[in-house]
């Protein structure tokens, strides 16, 4: 059974920097692409980027492009989404998800397992 837990998450500043991490377990970690997606209060979740099984190729939604960055440890079954220039819109609950293959998928319905997510929230 995979598991994935997402930390990092808090009360951030407009203009602030947040890292999130995601540990998981459950099945060769290395095989796997992965991903981070996001899901405000009554809307669809949606992508944010995705990172290949070496972490050779990645890609991101072009709200985000520029300003986060995805990378992962395969020798530590952990991936992490490093978040700079932060903005009123990124606040929203972010979900880390391992795809089904090996290569960056953006598309919700290829991944198959999801963290329980964590929240970003603007401070005031």
């Known amino acids: 059974q995979v598991q994935l837990e997402e930390s990092g998450g808090g009360l951030v500043q407009t203009g602030g920097s947040l890292r999130l991490s995601c540990a998981a377990s459950?099945?060769?970690?290395?095989?796997?692409?992965m991903g981070w997606f996001r899901q405000a209060p009554g809307k669809e979740r949606e992508f944010v980027a995705t990172?290949?099984?070496?972490?050779?190729?990645?890609s991101y939604a072009d709200s985000v492009k520029g300003r986060f960055t995805i990378s992962r440890d395969n020798a530590k079954n952990t991936v992490s989404l490093q978040m700079n220039n932060l903005k009123p819109e990124d606040t929203d609950v972010y979900y880390c998800?391992?795809?089904?293959?090996?290569?960056?998928?953006?598309?919700?319905?290829?991944?198959?397992?999801w963290g329980q997510g964590t929240p970003v929230t603007r401070s005031r």
């Open positions: 990172i290949s099984w070496t972490g050779g190729s990645t």
């Open positions: 998800a391992e795809a089904n293959g090996y290569y960056i998928k953006t598309v919700l319905n290829q991944y198959e397992y």
């Open positions: 459950g099945r060769t970690f290395s095989s796997y692409a």
